[in-house]
């Protein structure tokens, strides 16, 4: 008896464990791939103005590749950086902010932002005088 009450608390464990990894990695990717995707724009201020421009296909594979998105609410963050993934010469702009990466449109869609985009979008901004249009 003991030890299939060992055996059924262990199992109990190890579902819970599998669990508890799948979620953790359950991300989607974005509903677009690299491919189709003619520019990455990134704006870092409230103006309308397209501040870096990403144009090369190699780095917007990278960049798209990066964003696995998993599910949040609203928040109440002021999302004044914007990246829009240009598709067919329309924009598809996310709304951002260190802790939110959210799709907008006909409907809202809120995601936690994804670290290695961030790093990124961040380290592009860096790398420039926004001051400037700049484009690569």
Not at 34 to 56: H, L, M, T
Request: glycine letters at 6%; hydrophobic letters at 45%.
């Amino acid at each position: 008896m003991v030890g299939r009450v060992a055996l059924l608390t262990f199992s109990v464990f190890v579902v819970g464990l599998v669990i508890a990894i799948l979620s953790s990695i359950a991300a989607v990717s974005v509903p677009f791939k690299g491919v189709d995707v003619s520019e990455v724009r990134f704006r870092y201020s409230p103006s309308d103005s397209v501040q870096i421009c990403v144009r090369d296909a190699v780095r917007i594979e990278e960049i798209v590749d990066t964003v696995r998105l998993r599910d949040s609410g609203p928040c109440l963050c002021i999302h004044v950086y914007e990246a829009a993934f240009v598709i067919d010469g329309k924009e598809r702009i996310a709304r951002l902010c260190s802790g939110c990466f959210d799709f907008m449109g006909q409907d809202v869609s809120y995601f936690k932002m994804p670290e290695r985009f961030y790093e990124i979008f961040l380290a592009y901004r860096d790398s420039t005088n926004l001051e400037e249009y700049w484009e690569h």
